[in-house]
């Protein structure tokens, strides 16, 4: 049973750019929320998709936008890259029934800004 | 504003001894908590879950308490071994209507000596 799947694993981009990050969620989970994880520091949270609709939303510009499919994939799109952007980006999936049952995490996106 | 600490100096322990990681919190009412383990340039691994009315949970050789007077969360690993070096995290979740917006602290840095 394959868990979250994101890609890809690495990512190059310049200043000003534009960025489509995927996310596949476990099977069975129906809820993504993504993260942003500067190095160091834990994961902040961006938002939360849960039936196509962007459910919860942390303290990030409108530059960060996503999208989930109806078959609960979900996309994170970054718009005019600054050099802060930098950091791994999580993708976590869950069940929106299962109350406090945790996160399934995937290994992340490594995005560098140059 | 909400705050969630956990030491940020790493913490080093010699093999079989019990590591005890301390997480504090301030300005939040979570339903539950969480904690995690973070292996380098991977996405965070579920351990364990306990809710605001539970004193004490296990799961082999790990133990979480919980206390909502303190607001504070420790999180014990017993007969440590090298395996179980990585960085640990403790994430909150506030009564939000049914689904989850979980918050992550910083993180703790375990270093299990042979």
């Known amino acids: 049973d394959a868990g979250v799947t994101q890609s890809p694993t690495h990512l190059i981009k310049t200043r000003g750019q534009q960025v489509t990050l995927r996310c596949s969620p476990k099977?069975?989970?129906?809820?993504v929320s993504w993260y942003q994880q500067a190095l160091g520091q834990g994961p902040q949270f961006i938002f939360q998709?849960?039936?196509?609709?962007?459910?919860q939303r942390g303290n990030f510009p409108d530059r960060f936008s996503g999208h989930q499919f109806p078959n609960y994939s979900s996309e994170l799109n970054v718009n005019a890259l600054l050099l802060g952007d930098s950091a791994l980006y999580l993708c976590?999936?869950?069940?929106?029934?299962?109350?406090?049952?945790?996160?399934?995490f995937g290994s992340g996106t490594r995005l560098t800004v140059v | 504003s909400q705050k969630i600490e956990q030491n940020s100096e790493a913490l080093n322990i010699q093999e079989g001894k019990t590591a005890t990681l301390t997480c504090n919190y301030t300005?939040?009412?979570?339903?539950?908590l969480q904690w995690y383990r973070q292996d380098p340039g991977r996405g965070p691994v579920f351990l364990l879950l306990i809710r605001e009315n539970e004193k004490e949970k296990r799961k082999e050789r790990l133990k979480v308490t919980f206390d909502t007077t303190l607001k504070q969360s420790l999180f014990h690993i017993t007969a440590s071994q090298p395996a179980d070096s990585a960085t640990y995290l403790c994430a909150l979740a506030p009564y939000s209507g049914g689904y989850q917006k979980v918050t992550f602290g910083t993180g703790t840095k375990l270093q299990v000596i042979p």
């Open positions: 300005n939040y009412s979570p339903a539950y």
């Open positions: 976590a999936s869950s069940f929106d029934g299962a109350d406090g049952a945790g996160y399934t």
């Open positions: 998709y849960y039936e196509e609709e962007e459910r």
């Open positions: 099977s069975g989970h129906d809820t």
